[in-house]
T-cell receptor
Framework: EAGVTQFPSHSVIEKGQTVTLRCDPISGHDNLYWYRRVMGKEIKFLLHFVKESKQDESGMPNNRFLAERTGGTYSTLKVQPAELEDSGVYFC???????????FGEGSRLTVL | DAKTTQPPSMDCAEGRAANLPCNHSTISGNEYVYWYRQIHSQGPQYIIHGLKNNETNEMASLIITEDRKSSTLILPHATLRDTAVYYCIVRVVTGANNLFFGTGTRLTVIP
């Protein structure tokens, strides 16, 4: 069974540009999460989808971040325009409904210059 | 979700048991104890969880005190590949499964 896959693994962009990160959850997992770790800080929750609906987006830092999960399958996280402080590793995770075991992807490293 | 306290770092000799403590004195009756780890810069990996009984799986054992205010994750025979940051997280298992990671314990397994 394929795990959670994320693309790209690393993206380097300039301040002001746009980046879109993609996450493919484990097949059949209704729950999809985005987390991020900025340099030297803890892993922080960004948002949670249940199927295509946003269950909790309390961790989204500001309106430059837009997450979508059309059709309840894969998800995208767009950062527009990117700022220097957005640099970090963005993790996606998925889980079955009703369980606390989250399966994480390898992350997408974003570097904003 | 309840706050947890973990030592920032620990060392363990290869082949010996690694015992990682966690305090969660404000845990509620419906909150579970979860352990995850992050090896280098990989994505976090689920290890084990429990409510009040001790649990064991192929990776580790989880010992929860009777009052549930603390727990210990035990890696019975630590290997170099177990070097990682270990996170103790307490949470209610509901429809909202978001996890709150703290600073964790950096475990270094020494040859």
């Amino acid at each position: 069974e394929a795990g959670v896959t994320q693309f790209p693994s690393h993206s380097v962009i300039e301040k002001g540009q746009t980046v879109t990160l993609r996450c493919d959850p484990i097949s059949g997992h209704d729950n999809l999460y985005w987390y991020r770790r900025v340099m030297g800080k803890e892993i922080k929750f960004l948002l949670h989808f249940v199927k295509e609906s946003k269950q909790d987006e309390s961790g989204m830092p500001n309106n430059r971040f837009l997450a979508e999960r059309t059709g309840g399958t894969y998800s995208t996280l767009k950062v527009q325009p990117a700022e220097l402080e957005d640099s970090g590793v963005y993790f996606c995770a998925s889980s079955h409904q009703g369980t606390g075991e989250l399966f994480f992807g390898e992350g997408s490293r974003l570097t904003v210059l | 979700d309840a706050k947890t306290t973990q030592p920032p770092s620990m060392d363990c000799a290869e082949g010996r048991a690694a015992n990682l403590p966690c305090n969660h004195s404000t845990i509620s009756g419906n909150e579970y104890v979860y352990w995850y780890r992050q090896i280098h810069s990989q994505g976090p990996q689920y290890i084990i969880h429990g409510l009040k009984n001790n649990e064991t799986n192929e990776m580790a054992s989880l010992i929860i005190t009777e009052d549930r205010k603390s727990s210990t994750l035990i890696l019975p025979h630590a290997t170099l590949r177990d070097t990682a940051v270990y996170y103790c997280i307490v949470r209610v298992v509901t429809g909202a499964n978001n996890l709150f990671f703290g600073t964790g314990t950096r475990l270094t397994v020494i040859p």
